[in-house]
């Protein structure tokens, strides 16, 4: 029981390995893209994971409510980045269709090829 | 009472993931996609009720507007697709 | 009251898990449609209908009656749209019976 | 029980992922990629973090899928076939996966009063919020005023993004050759789909409260410019999609989204330098008003108020700079 408690923070190492997969082995940049917002996810799992405390509830003070609160600061954090990280996302999508534009391709390994032939 | 509707709802949500992940088209998947959607605004509702803080409806309520919105998209991105393809054999 | 609740919320509950069978065990994709929408709907507002009677007349249940209206309007929207979707692409659903030969 | 609910989602979130990564149709993988967003949206839910939960869903349900749909598109859909495990990666990902592990069992479990991160600043900003800023959100609170700079920031960063799309893409009647006259000749949208034409009019103006209500009610419970931003800019996607690019572009002009974007992020650091002006620090609300706690939630309430444009000027703006693209 007591190593349940840790299965967030496994969950979080495996979630960021299996992105971290797909932005180095896979060649299709979009693959790539969607591997970095898993990646992503895993360290936005990772923040919220520590702002949990038992028996708490969220950190909206409840009036003459003597409840424990969990800890606002990771969630504050987090919060912005969800919104940070869909509009990076959306920049990478945006180079990747310029690529496609420019060379046909969207496999990094053949765009390289292409560099090279020129 | 919740705790059995949230296991009903936490059963489903491993079929649907069986079913998108399985496929076999990419519609299978849409299907899959948007059930786990409505799913997921259950699970919503039971948990606010189960934590007794029923004022995080507004999750709920957010996800019931805009889920659909993406499967809109899925139809505009066929429909486009098909458009193009269209275009592509009236000039050869 | 609380029988009442209890009742809307296991029938939900069946068709909910109903739905997710027929989506994984139907043979075809409109079949599957089939299934998971229609249950989708009648589980997800019987189910909302049991957590808005044990709510009682309060905030949540007025919201928790919009997010049965909602879904109620958007749910068919979507099957729609995605039968439509898989209508274009050029599956056609298979009209025949079990004992037709295969066409 | 938390515990149950929390193991369960997290297992489903790793299949799912891992369903992402091996999936060889690029649409499969956007679709589970929505999948995802909503399994890490209950999981933030049940971990106590409703803002976040409702940050994800807003921008989960309603832009990410849409945003990838655009991006999708307008290059082929499929990755090369020729995929086969690439061994050097598995094994350097399943060492440091191991590595990861091994450093976990350092870390205080789940949901420990005495971890160290809930020792340091936090309980502070639990004490005070109720004294300085008297509003019950302590995330709006934290986000608002105590970590004012660091919001303003993001919304610089989320702005410099849009703006890197929209140099990078293209948007019609502002940046670029094309104007918005020349979209939508032979488009193709949903107007011929009676169904969601019915019901997407039909929704549209409460999407667009219920944004609203999420901009303004912010401060009492989950919700703020972030979350409201992104769902405003899903409910007009929504227009976009059933009444036609153009229509849409005609309601938000494109330089309105401009100004959106910059007026949104200029009015959170002109608050600052009103404060400046007024004899405070930067961003320091106290001075707005007689009393300091009344000039706290005014500061909040136009901040937010910024972010919220910002956002959806942004968002939006993106979206339509991949959907004009793509005719």
């Known amino acids: 029981m007591e190593l349940l408690g840790l299965y967030n923070y496994w969950v979080f190492a495996v979630l960021l390995m299996v992105g971290f997969y797909a932005v180095i082995a896979k060649t299709n940049m979009i693959k790539k893209l969607l591997g970095l917002s898993i990646f992503q996810g895993a360290v936005f799992l990772l923040y919220i994971t520590m702002d949990k405390v038992e028996g708490g509830t969220a950190p909206i003070i409840q009036k003459g409510v003597d409840a424990v609160y969990s800890n606002p600061l990771p969630q504050v954090l987090i919060l912005t980045a969800i919104v940070v990280g869909i509009s990076t996302t959306a920049l990478g999508l945006a180079l990747v269709v310029r690529i496609f534009e420019a060379y046909g391709t969207i496999e990094e390994d053949e765009t390289q090829r292409l560099d090279l032939e020129e | 009472m919740y705790l059995a509707a949230s296991f009903a709802i936490f059963v489903t949500m491993v079929l649907a993931i069986i079913r998108a992940l399985a496929g076999p088209s990419v519609y299978d998947r849409v299907l899959a996609v948007n059930m786990f959607g409505t799913k997921t605004v259950l699970l919503l509702s039971v948990v606010a009720f189960l934590y007794g803080r029923p004022d995080f409806l507004d999750l709920a309520l957010a996800y019931a507007l805009i889920n659909f919105i993406s499967v809109l998209a899925v139809l505009q991105f066929f429909e486009n697709r098909r458009s193009a393809e269209d275009q592509s054999t009236e000039k050869t | ?103 | 029980m938390t515990i149950v609910f929390g193991i369960f989602l997290l297992t489903l979130l790793v299949v799912v992922a891992i369903g992402i990564v091996r999936a060889e149709n690029l649409f499969t993988a956007v679709m589970l990629t929505g999948i995802f967003s909503l399994l890490m949206a209950a999981n933030f839910f049940v971990l106590d973090a409703a803002d976040v939960a409702l940050t994800e869903a807003a921008v989960g349900a309603g832009i990410s899928t849409v945003l990838l749909l655009g991006g999708l598109a307008l290059v082929p859909g499929r990755e090369r076939s020729r995929e086969r495990l690439h061994r050097l990666a598995l094994a350097v990902v399943a060492l440091t996966t191991l590595m990861v592990v091994y450093a976990t069992f350092e870390k205080p479990r789940l949901g420990d009063p005495d971890a160290p991160v809930h020792q340091h600043v936090a309980p502070w900003y639990l004490e005070m919020t109720p004294e300085l800023v008297d509003i019950p959100n302590v995330v709006t609170a934290v986000l608002g005023t105590f970590r004012g700079y660091d919001t303003l920031g993001e919304v610089i960063v989320v702005f410099t993004a849009g703006l890197g799309v929209l140099f990078l893409l293209g948007l019609p009647g502002v940046i670029g050759e094309r104007n918005v006259d020349d979209l939508a000749v032979g488009r193709s949208y949903l107007g011929h789909h009676l169904v969601p034409q019915v019901v997407g009019t039909l929704l549209i103006p409460f999407i667009l409260l219920f944004a609203l209500y999420v901009q303004f009610h912010g401060e009492y419970g989950p919700g703020g410019g972030f979350q409201a931003g992104a769902i405003f800019a899903a409910g007009m996607v929504l227009h976009s999609l059933i009444a036609g690019e153009k229509e849409s572009l005609m309601v938000i002009s494109p330089r309105m989204l401009v100004l959106l974007m910059a007026g949104g992020a200029l009015l959170f650091g002109g608050v600052g330098i009103l404060t400046m002006l007024l004899g405070g620090n930067f961003l320091d609300y106290n001075v707005l008003a007689e009393n300091p706690v009344a000039g706290q939630q005014w500061g909040i309430l136009i901040i937010e108020l910024g972010v919220g444009l910002s956002v959806t000027g942004v968002l939006l703006a993106i979206y339509h700079a991949f959907a004009a693209r793509s005719r």
């Not at chain 3, 609380?2 to 139907?26: D, E, H, N, P, Q």
């Not at chain 3, 808005?52 to 909602?70: D, E, H, P």
């Not at chain 3, 729609?80 to 025949?96: E, K, M, T």
Request: a neutral charge; hydrophobic letters at 55%.
């Open chain 3, 1 to 103: 009251m609380w029988v009442l609740s209890g009742l809307c919320l296991t029938a939900g509950s069946a068709f909910v898990l109903i739905g997710g069978i027929g989506l994984l065990r139907m043979p075809s994709l409109y079949t599957r449609l089939h299934a998971a929408s229609l249950t989708d709907t009648l589980g997800t507002l019987l189910m909302l209908a049991g957590i808005i009677i044990q709510a009682g007349f309060t905030l949540a249940a007025i919201k928790l009656f919009a997010i049965a209206v909602f879904l109620l309007l958007t749910g068919p929207t979507a099957a729609y749209a995605l039968a439509n979707a898989a209508l274009l692409s050029g599956s056609v659903p298979q009209a025949r019976l079990l004992d037709d030969p295969e066409p």
